[in-house]
């Protein structure tokens, strides 16, 4: 793809160095100058690696025709001296938005839209890559100017609007030509983000694995479109089509959602270039596997005000930490190889770009690296390589020059070049004035100390040893100095002025007096001016805070090992049927249980001793929302097609205090926002791991289901989606199984058909290689949903909530479901108004399997108090109590055979307890998943202390920084917000 | 796998019949009864391992150990050996009553239009028939303080006990403590309305605290006058200032609750007490100094930030108590009525990470009942108090172990069952009748 990106572009560039006038002129006669610019005695970055001192260049219509130490230079040509000057290749910014008119919003609506309102195009307003740079663009030279000012001389630019956003362009920052002139290539790039069309209110999707799904689906539907199997013409998907070619840029603004880019475009063959957050250091190793180049935005965090202590504990460790860490993250990317190129788009490029540069040359990222983030890198990103981006033969001549060293603070930019037209940005012809001189006025002898740099000087002046005021300024090389009277009762000035064409020891003109007599005044150099204290330029030294794995608080800076570890005289909760073992031994080996038994041999493995504690598998969770960044796909009444390991967000505290709790496996649910949710991850609790590393991979696929109130929207949200009753929603399963059936029977009929992830799914599910967990309240509805499945042939697998499972418990064990429910939980709405906390024991009897499960971030940190609490209520035996923590829940789960109890063979998913698992005075001091000690009472004790003491270190570093005038920020406290099923549903 | 003790109940069961929805209110104590050898946890700190009990018309007549003494024996003797006798526990800050199913508009009473309502009271909307209510009792929660919701004064609160007929049956302490919810020093922008929801230092903090001040004065300033028009919010604060009437701010940050206690002192109020108190450990010393208690809330929730110790909520209390302040529990929050039952749970918590069992008792039986200003009736097992009381299987702050056979409030035997109860029994009987008939089947074959 690139290749051909390549020839293209030296094709182009073949075709403009012989193009032909054809627009007619109005104004004169047709003009065309040929004559050659040459430039010499510059320094010349040829590129990051290349430099050529004293060099030579010559540009031509736009374009560089020669660069060397010495070059031909052709008689018709005008030569400007760049002695003591530097030539760097200008900037180019590859996601900008620069001239595009700001997308129009749509109005609010009383009710949620769920068709599409554009007609001949997707079925999915947010799918735009009909959308056309050039159509929405208009040269806007005030952000040029800015952009001139900080260097650059290309951007691309697009529409920032939709999931799929259309076509950018290329366009060089040229002052004073047409459009025409300036686009270098009309369609660059595809865009694509996370954030929908703020021009359509169409719901879908709602979430963030939606959107993820619906990428997928309309790269799918574009394939099938390209085979000419549609009816309609859908003007989207052509456009898509017509875009694969193209790079294809990715905008994201979390770190988490780099990785999730990352993996869609895997799926499909595409290697997205990927608008990153500026916080990829966090998983460095992730970054670097996706094989992405990244473009990053150029921001780093403030430092946060905390001089109030009480909004100061409103800061997260973590926003601390970033304020910290962030600026060292390009030089992390660059001494990991990982490719990256630098964007203005969240800044004012014109005030902060060289600030924000020089901060991260300051903690470690090298000139030649920042160079190349700036040029070669994106030149050869968007396919333009040896076009732009560097000063060489056959390239455009977008260059800028400088004072010296483009990299140091003091350095001015006095020109920007772009397609060979000059911005004047500083006057570089200035005669340089500074130095030490005698000034004689009217017999009258200063000291004149003039500093600073040539085009702006500053001016000291002192007669003996009085200060005198004064006021300097220079400008086209004409001198005008403002002398206040000695006499500091008198509002008195003396007036100079004088031509200084070139460097001179002695500056000459004429001072107008107070009393308006002229006369002539010379000021004779003595010495240079003094060169400024090197203090400022000694590097500064930065203290990173290391990251820590995940970069939160209770984070790992190492993460922990599997170990083998021989539990020492325990009493042991097997979740088997050899029940409690008193004073027993459990040697644990390669992340498995390899023995238990009494008086074991360690072997080796290091003992712990478990007298007078208790050892239990992991709890397992059938029903959690933690570690997730979204949990409802709530634009369709079926999101079959959604996926839960989408949105596993590692970095949840909640993974950490679960650990604590003695959890080890979660199913991480689809809300109930619908009757068909989506698919579950299952995931082991790796705290310090990344999303992908923490899925359960031996679990089989499961989908939610959910009925009642929440997906008749009784509580919330729109009275217009389908089903507002429950005898709408049979009507949905029935439906959705019935087109599975015939999609599949299509499918199966060799002959083409659409591939549709939703009916996919639907699929898997009636074939019985999916497994559904439905969330249920009420008798009748559990009994609905069994009889529809029995009328598909397959079988609900577990029932989650199931409230009322205990009223129809028969016909449950006969279908063969079982049940995963509340210990105590009702009152909160209608249909759980016969909600009773007998449900699991009176269930249990009946003889189905039976789990607690939490829905909740809280209650799942203590899950061992839900499962005794049978044992009140119903009476329930401790062992079988203890059974729906454990192998139970493993059970519903289909990998009982790998955890949920002590057995030898399995997964050393274990947790040691001070006390009775089941009393309320139990807390666990260890859990294990697969031999790995993820929580540690004592480990965590040490961890609190770091923690103050880390925030205090840095609350002090932001109190000195504020002290030093540094901007900063208010605190303000994010809300992570607490879901779990029956508290959910995003509001349109 | 069937427990002994389930088929006892259900045979328990069987025989008391079916009885109505809403369990009947038990009547007046007409015999004294005698409660015989169990280890009795008198709510003040003190257990009393072997102990006898004796109440009659309501009272506690006698709270001794049963190896020290000869007394005699009266009225009904319960043979308790072996189990556990708590003093009936107190729910604070509860919406018991006035809400009863929370998604269900037509069901919730709990917060009036207006801002500051001192006049408005929870006591005649009180429902002495919820379901809800009634599934406190069978985990010993016996008592509660119902309190409305929202505004910045929310009005007036009652504590009830949980046996009545309606709500003049119910109460305990009529019009107990006016509510505060004190401002936050951060509000959050309104998402819906495209503002930043995060949460930013509020800038009408202060100007909210001087609404609250100047109510006080203008409300004083009417009551020392002729009165000769009828104002209802600033009558309803005459007894605030007697100091009959107490005042509880619903407050959680370190800075809002020091203003709190400057307010306090501003008004000069007695009978303060700080509702929530989730940063309260940081101004411990004021607390304690201005003898200022802290009804914590509920030990089971997470902590706010990550960064702070995962078990700081269900310490909490401890760490306060340690610093010398008079903790209670309170359970508001989500599902917080139908949660209340975990009440002992939550103290059983406590106890877990650090709290004397003992201690943690307190928290929610005689120092609430000092916080509430019951404490000469309620709250503890102490002779002349009123028998409010339980008799539990085991130790009732661990769920694995509380299991009721006996309450008692105010001498009057209660019903433990419930609405939930009898749906256990209706559904557990259909299962075993099945049970009988496939039994009969087989046997017949």
Redesign the interface.
């Known amino acids: 793809m690139k290749l051909k990106f390549l020839i293209l572009g030296v094709f182009l560039g073949v075709l403009n160095l012989h193009a032909q006038e054809y627009f007619p002129k109005n104004d004169g006669v047709k003009t065309r100058n040929t004559n050659y610019t040459v430039f010499k005695n510059a320094k010349i970055h040829v590129d990051p690696q290349t430099i050529i001192n004293n060099g030579m260049f010559a540009i031509k219509e736009g374009k560089i025709t020669a660069v060397g130490k010495s070059i031909n230079i052709p008689a018709n040509s005008t030569v400007v001296d760049l002695q003591g000057k530097e030539v760097y290749p200008s900037f180019i910014d590859l996601y900008t938005s620069f001239g595009i008119s700001k997308p129009k919003r749509a109005e609010n609506g009383s009710q949620p839209q769920y068709d599409a309102g554009r007609e001949g195009y997707y079925w999915n307003d947010h799918i735009r890559p009909d959308t056309d740079a050039v159509a929405n663009f208009s040269f806007d030279s005030k952000e040029a100017e800015k952009l001139h000012k900080a260097g650059f001389g290309v951007v691309n630019t697009h529409v920032p609007d939709g999931i799929i956003r259309g076509t950018g362009m290329l366009v060089a920052l040229t002052p004073g030509v047409t459009e025409g002139d300036r686009i270098i290539d009309e369609r660059s790039a595809q865009y694509l983000s996370f954030d929908k069309s703020v021009q359509s209110r169409q719901s879908y999707p709602t979430s963030i694995m939606g959107t993820m799904a619906l990428i997928r689906q309309a790269y799918l539907d574009a394939k099938w479109y390209a085979g000419g199997n549609a009816d309609n013409k859908d003007l989207a998907l052509e456009a898509l089509n017509e875009n694969s070619d193209l790079v294809q840029i990715f905008a994201t603004d979390n770190l988490l959602n780099e990785l999730r880019a990352d993996k869609v475009g895997d799926e499909f063959g595409i290697q997205y270039v990927i608008v990153g957050s500026g916080k990829e250091y966090q998983r460095l190793d992730k970054i670097k596997e996706s094989n992405a180049t990244f473009i990053v935005p150029l921001k780093f965090p403030e430092a946060y005000d905390v001089e109030n202590p009480y909004l100061a504990n409103q800061l997260s460790l973590e926003e601390m930490r970033e304020w910290n860490q962030a600026p060292a993250n390009l030089k992390m990317l660059s001494e990991n190889k990982v490719p990256f190129t630098l964007t203005t788009h969240s800044i004012d490029a014109e005030k902060e770009f060289k600030a924000n540069l020089l901060k991260a040359i300051e903690y470690g990222l090298s000139k030649e690296a920042a160079l190349a983030a700036l040029t070669t890198v994106p030149a050869r990103t968007i396919g333009k390589e040896g076009k732009i981006g560097v000063i060489k033969e056959g390239a455009w001549a977008n260059f800028i020059i400088t004072s010296g060293d483009y990299f140091d603070k003091e350095t001015t930019l006095y020109e920007n070049w772009v397609q060979g037209y000059r911005t004047i940005l500083e006057n570089m012809d200035v005669t340089n004035i500074t130095g030490k001189y005698d000034l004689k006025v009217d017999g009258k002898s200063y000291e004149l100390s003039i500093t600073g740099e040539p085009s702006k000087p500053k001016a000291e002046v002192k007669m003996g040893d009085t200060k005198i005021g004064s006021k300097l300024s220079f400008q086209d090389n004409w001198m005008n100095l403002l002398l206040s009277s000695p006499d500091t009762t008198k509002t008195e000035f003396v007036r100079l002025s004088a031509n200084v064409p070139e460097s001179t020891d002695k500056i000459s003109g004429k001072a107008i007096m107070p009393n308006g007599t002229e006369t002539a005044f010379t000021a004779s150099k003595q010495s240079d001016a003094e060169k400024k204290d090197d203090k400022e330029k000694k590097e500064k030294m930065h203290t990173v805070i290391p990251v820590t794995y995940p970069n939160v608080a209770y984070g790992f800076t190492q993460k922990p090992k599997q170990e083998n570890v021989l539990f020492r005289n325990a009493t042991v909760w097997t979740s088997e049927d050899e029940g409690v073992l008193e004073n027993t031994d459990v040697l644990v080996k390669n992340g498995e249980i390899v023995r238990i038994g009494k008086d074991l041999n360690a072997g080796g493995a290091r003992v712990i001793d478990a007298t007078g504690k208790h050892l239990t598998a992991g709890i397992v969770d059938e029903h959690s929302h933690i570690a997730a960044s979204d949990i409802n796909e709530a634009g369709h009444n079926s999101s079959a097609e959604v996926q839960m390991e989408d949105v596993v967000d590692p970095t949840d505290i909640n993974i950490y205090r679960n650990l604590a709790g003695g959890v080890t496996s979660i199913q991480l649910l689809h809300g109930s926002a619908n009757p068909i949710g989506g698919q579950s991850a299952i995931l082991k609790l790796k705290w310090g791991e990344s999303a992908e590393d923490m899925i359960f991979e031996q679990a089989p696929p499961f989908i939610k289901f959910a009925l009642g109130e929440n997906v008749k929207q009784s509580n919330w949200g729109s009275t217009i989606r389908f089903p507002q009753t429950r005898m709408g929603v049979e009507q949905v399963f029935t439906d959705y199984f019935s087109r599975a059936r015939a999609y599949e029977s299509q499918k199966k009929s060799g002959e083409d058909f659409r591939k549709d992830l939703e009916m996919e799914t639907i699929v898997e599910i009636l074939n019985g290689e999916r497994f559904v967990t439905s969330h249920s309240y009420i008798q009748s509805e559990i009994n609905m949903l069994m009889k529809v499945a029995e009328a598909f042939d397959f079988n609900i697998n577990t029932f989650t909530h199931i409230l009322e499972g205990y009223k129809v418990a028969d016909k449950m064990k006969e279908h063969g479901v079982g049940a995963s429910t509340f210990s105590d939980w009702w009152a909160y709405k209608y249909e759980v108004n016969d909600a009773i906390p007998y449900n699991a024991a009176i269930m249990n009897e009946v003889g189905l399997t039976v789990a607690i499960n939490s829905d909740d971030s809280e209650m799942s940190r203590r899950l061992n108090q839900e499962a005794a609490k049978s044992v009140k209520y119903g009476g329930m035996s401790e062992e079988e109590a203890w059974k729906m923590v454990t192998i139970n829940p493993a059970k519903l789960l289909h990998v009982d055979d790998l955890v949920g109890s002590i057995k030898t063979g399995k997964q050393a998913d274990l947790v040691l307890w001070n006390e009775h698992p089941l009393s309320v005075y139990a807390k666990p001091e260890k859990t294990m998943v697969e031999g790995v000690f993820y929580f540690d009472i004592e480990r965590d004790g040490k961890m609190r202390n770091e923690i103050k003491k880390e925030r205090n270190e840095l609350i002090g570093q932001m109190l000195k920084a504020k002290n030093n005038g540094i901007k900063t920020q208010p605190v303000t406290k994010k809300e992570k917000q607490r879901v779990h099923c029956d508290l959910l549903e995003k509001v349109q | 796998?069937?427990?002994v003790?389930?088929y006892i109940?259900i045979a328990f069961l069987i025989i008391s019949g079916n009885s109505s929805a809403q369990q009947t209110p038990a009547p007046e104590q007409s015999e004294a009864v005698t409660i015989v050898g169990a280890t009795a946890h008198l709510g003040n700190g003190e257990v009393i391992e072997n102990s006898l009990i004796i109440f009659e018309n309501g009272k506690l007549t006698q709270v001794m150990d049963a190896t020290s003494t000869k007394m005699q024996y009266r009225g009904e003797i319960i043979q308790a050996e072996g189990k556990h006798v708590y003093p009936g526990f107190i729910a604070p800050n509860s919406t018991l009553g006035l809400v009863?199913?929370?998604?269900?508009r037509p069901t919730i009473d709990q917060d009036e239009i207006g801002e500051i309502l001192p006049n408005v009271r929870s006591l005649i909307a009180y429902n002495a028939e919820s379901?809800?209510v009634e599934s406190m009792r069978p985990n010993g929660v016996l008592l509660g303080q119902i309190v409305p919701r929202g505004g910045l004064v929310s009005g007036t609160s009652s504590v009830v006990q949980f046996d009545a007929w309606n709500w003049e049956d119910a109460v305990v302490k009529e019009d107990d403590a006016l509510h505060i919810n004190w401002p936050d020093?951060?509000s959050?922008g309104r998402w819906?309305r495209g503002e930043?929801?995060?949460?930013?230092?509020n800038k009408e903090y202060t100007e909210e605290i001087q609404k609250l001040e100047d109510f006080f004065n203008e409300a004083k300033a009417y009551l020392a006058g002729a009165q000769d028009y009828t104002h209802l919010p600033y009558q309803a604060m005459e007894t605030v200032f007697t100091g009959e009437k107490r005042v509880f701010v619903h407050v959680d940050?370190?800075?809002e609750i020091l203003d709190a206690l400057q307010f306090k002192k501003d008004q000069k109020l007695d009978g303060f007490v700080i509702v929530g108190g989730y940063?309260a450990l940081g101004v411990a010393e004021q607390l304690k100094e201005n003898n200022v208690p802290v009804l914590v809330n509920r030990p089971?929730?997470?902590?706010e930030?990550?960064?702070e110790?995962?078990?700081y909520p269900y310490k909490l209390a401890k760490l306060l108590q340690d610093r010398g302040v008079l903790v209670g529990i309170e359970s508001s929050g989500?599902?917080e009525?139908?949660n209340t039952?975990?009440l002992p749970?939550y103290a059983?918590?406590v106890?877990?990470?650090g709290m004397d069992k003992e201690n943690a008792l307190q928290l929610i039986t005689l120092n609430t009942a000092k916080i509430l200003g019951i404490d000469d009736t309620y709250g503890s097992l102490e002779k002349g108090k009123s028998a409010t009381l339980f008799i539990s299987e085991g130790d009732a702050?661990?769920?694995?172990?509380?299991?009721l056979t006996h309450a008692f409030i105010d001498g009057r035997k209660i019903s433990l069952e419930s609405h939930?109860?009898e749906?256990?029994k209706r559904?557990?009987e259909k299962?075993e009748n099945?049970e009988t008939e496939k039994q009969k089947e087989e046997d017949s074959k």
Request: aromatic share 16%; hydrophobic share 35%; proline share 5%.
């Open positions: 796998m069937k427990s003790y389930n109940l009863e199913i929370a998604a269900v379901k809800i020093a951060f959050r819906w930043d929801p995060n949460l930013k230092p940050g370190e800075k940063n089971h929730s997470t902590p930030m990550a960064y110790d995962y078990d989500q599902m009525r139908m039952r975990n749970f059983g918590t106890a877990a990470f702050l661990d769920m694995r172990t509380n299991r939930q109860t749906l256990w559904y557990s299962y099945q």
